[in-house]
């Protein structure tokens, strides 16, 4: 059997890990043909300046029709979603780290701003895709053209060309590379969202050979085809390939599936960004698709205004308000409910008169900055001179430099889970303790990762949520919504005990953790937020009622 590869270094590592899980598995000795795609013979080009697609698999493909290969090995994310006619995906293979991995000189790295990078930074990159995710996130950077393989950009990196390159992590990690002497930022998803299949390997076959897919099926993740099947039928259906700034991502979460993708406009400046939730895989695309494609709701009459909720008092609720067209929104805020401070107890002071032994104080909403330092106040406490300070979002930051703390760290990603994931790879594991101010319902996420991951880290419960007193009559008074916007899963927990809602109506969410109580309260599909935010839910809503 012979199988078909690209000569680039990575390539050559895919292909190797195939021909040796076949030998392993289905007693099969494969012998490598190196063949050169289009894409291998013009380094110069940018990817969008490329004529078709498939400029780093035709040949490839046209080598698998022809019977002088019999099996091709590619990047699944380099792959058309349109099959040539008598070619099929036969399986696809382990998947390695699917995010982007951001690489740094040291000299230019900033963890005060989104990216982790100074202002006017130089980044390197030629894909579609994270050109327009930086734009979008970062529009002082200067974003230029990078060809060549991955020791090859590292090696311009080095050399001082760019500040920063971004690449994908498998490639880094599959590869062994040293990245001694830089700084390395792994993305999050849902700060810059992979390409479709982004870190999967397919094994290509002619679709009538059978025997080759038995012997592939014998080495190939089924479980992984289903979710890479919703992340490449977006671009399937949006008939895209390497030329679309199209990132979608797929996790698979209790009962169904959680789907984030981000589209470019072709300004760079109207991007669409969502997350949508649910059961049915189908069922997300043709809604995601509806989105991207700026279709209104389906049945709701354009003629009248959208009504609609938001969790918030109507204070709190103003800056949504004043993203959201006043002209085709009728807002009602809806105060669910408020915190009540847990009060200065022995746990308390005795965490107090130790502050100075923390390394890193975690905060993760502007609600947990007061009640702390509401606390410290009462008890007399004052910060170590070396405690560090992380922040999870721009207003939580806000409210800490407010009360003159230093800020050592922010992540623009709005939940304690990715604060954890970008924490993890920003920084090495700290020597001493995180204290964790938060609500006595806040999620278990940030304590389990970190302890997963070597961190040793203690909750500080600074407060409790209570139902609003006026929650039960402002919901009599209120008429069925069009559609309503969940900003904590506690909201959704307090007001679905007072009030069931149709579930057909779209529900928002602000982040993973209400997303999963509005599934649970059974609400077959959620639109989540990508900023998590006042101003990424109102996004997230002009999405749903276009004009």
């Avoid at 002071?349 to 947990?368: A, C, H, K, P, V």
């Amino acid at each position: 059997m012979n199988l078909g590869t690209r000569g680039s270094d990575l390539a050559l590592w895919q292909a190797r890990l195939v021909r040796a899980l076949l030998l392993q598995k289905a007693g099969i000795d494969a012998e490598l043909v190196v063949i050169k795609t289009q894409g291998d013979k013009d380094q110069v080009a940018t990817f969008d300046k490329m004529e078709g697609k498939g400029f780093f698999t035709k040949e490839i493909e046209d080598a698998l029709l022809n019977h002088t290969i019999d099996i091709a090995v590619h990047s699944l994310k380099d792959l058309q979603t349109q099959m040539p006619a008598g070619l099929a995906i036969g399986g696809l293979i382990e998947r390695a780290d699917r995010r982007d991995i951001l690489l740094v000189r040291p000299d230019a790295a900033d963890d005060s701003l989104t990216l982790h990078l100074r202002e006017s930074a130089k980044v390197g990159t030629t894909s579609a895709r994270r050109v327009s995710q930086l734009h979008f996130l970062r529009p002082d950077l200067h974003v230029l053209p990078l060809r060549g393989n991955v020791p090859t950009r590292l090696r311009k990196l080095r050399e001082g060309h760019y500040d920063a390159i971004l690449v994908a992590a498998a490639g880094v990690e599959r590869l062994a590379l040293s990245l001694d002497g830089l700084a390395v930022f792994r993305l999050h998803e849902s700060l810059l969202v992979p390409a479709p299949g982004q870190g999967a390997l397919a094994v290509q076959i002619r679709s009538d050979d059978q025997q080759t897919k038995r012997a592939v099926a014998l080495i190939a993740d089924t479980a992984l085809m289903d979710v890479v099947w919703l992340e490449r039928e977006i671009l399937r259906r949006l008939e895209g390939g390497c030329q679309l700034p199209l990132g979608t991502c797929v996790d698979r979460i209790p009962g169904g599936f959680r789907l984030s993708t981000y589209l470019g406009g072709p300004d760079l400046r109207r991007p669409r960004r969502f997350i949508i939730a649910g059961p049915d895989r189908a069922a997300l695309a043709g809604k995601a698709i509806a989105y991207l494609k700026g279709e209104a709701v389906a049945g709701f009459d354009r003629e009248r205004c959208v009504r609609l909720w938001i969790t918030r008092e109507p204070a709190r609720a103003a800056e949504f308000c004043n993203d959201c067209d006043t002209a085709r929104f009728d807002i009602a805020a809806v105060p669910v409910f408020y915190a009540v401070s847990a009060g200065s107890s022995d746990q308390h002071r005795r965490i107090l008169d130790r502050l100075s032994t923390y390394e890193w104080i975690f905060f993760t909403s502007q609600t947990t900055v007061t009640e702390f330092a509401e606390l410290m106040r009462a008890n007399n406490a004052v910060l170590g001179a070396q405690t560090k300070i992380a922040a999870v979002g721009n207003k939580t930051a806000r409210a800490i430099q407010q009360h003159g703390w230093r800020l050592d760290f922010v992540s623009p990603i709005a939940d304690a889970e990715s604060l954890a994931l970008e924490f993890q790879s920003a920084m090495p594991t700290p020597a001493g303790p995180i204290l964790f101010p938060c609500g006595a319902r806040a999620s278990t996420d940030l304590e389990e990762l970190a302890a997963a991951n070597g961190y040793q880290i203690e909750r500080f419960v600074c407060y409790d949520t209570i139902e609003h007193p006026d929650l039960g009559q402002t919901l009599m008074a209120l008429p069925d919504p069009d559609a309503v916007v969940f900003t904590s899963a506690s909201a959704v927990n307090f007001l679905m005990a007072r009030r069931s809602l149709p579930t057909h109506i779209p529900v928002v969410s602000i982040g993973p953790s209400t997303t999963d109580a509005l599934l649970a309260a059974g609400f077959p599909i959620v639109w989540e937020a990508a900023d998590r935010s006042l101003k990424g839910l109102a996004e997230v809503i002009h999405g749903l009622f276009p004009e």
